[in-house]
C-alpha cells in the first residue's frame, strides 16, 4: 500500500507565503509524475502544478510566477511552495502521485488526504 501524507497548510495573510510538502511511503519501486491539485468550495477539483520525475514542471496560469513546484526523489517527497497568496488562492489542496509499486506493476495514482489552505484579505 501507498500512502500520501501532506503538511505545511494553514492560515496566511493575502501577499504572505506557505510552503506544502507531500511525503510518500510503503510499497514503492518508483514514482513518476506528482503534482498538487486544490478544490475550493463549490468548485470542481483543478490542477494546480505537475512535476516530471526528471523536474520538469508545468503550472496552472493562475499561479505561474507565484507558486513553484520541486520534488526530492530520494526523500519521496514533492513540494510546493506557494508566494505572494491571493484569498482565491484558498482551497484545499491534495497532493498526486503516480507510482509503480513494484518493477512488474503498473503505475497507479493516489491522492493525499488535503491540507487547508485559507489566504485572509
Known amino acids: 500500500q501507498v500512502q500520501l501524507v501532506e503538511s505545511g497548510g494553514g492560515l496566511v495573510q493575502a501577499g504572505g507565503s506557505l510552503r506544502l510538502s507531500c511525503a510518500a511511503s510503503g510499497s514503492i519501486f518508483s514514482i513518476n509524475a506528482m503534482g498538487w491539485y486544490r478544490q475550493a468550495p463549490g468548485k470542481q477539483r483543478e490542477l494546480v502544478a505537475l512535476i516530471a520525475s526528471g523536474g520538469s514542471a508545468n503550472y496552472a496560469d493562475s499561479v505561474k510566477g507565484r507558486f513553484t513546484i520541486s520534488r526530492d526523489n530520494a526523500k519521496k517527497t514533492v513540494y510546493l511552495q506557494m508566494n505572494s497568496l491571493k484569498p482565491e488562492d484558498t482551497a484545499v489542496y491534495y497532493c498526486?502521485?503516480?507510482?509503480?509499486?513494484?518493477?512488474?506493476?503498473?503505475?497507479?495514482?493516489?491522492w493525499g488526504q488535503g491540507t487547508q489552505v485559507t489566504v485572509s484579505s
Open positions: 498526486n502521485a503516480h507510482v509503480q509499486p513494484a518493477i512488474t506493476d503498473y503505475t497507479y495514482s493516489y
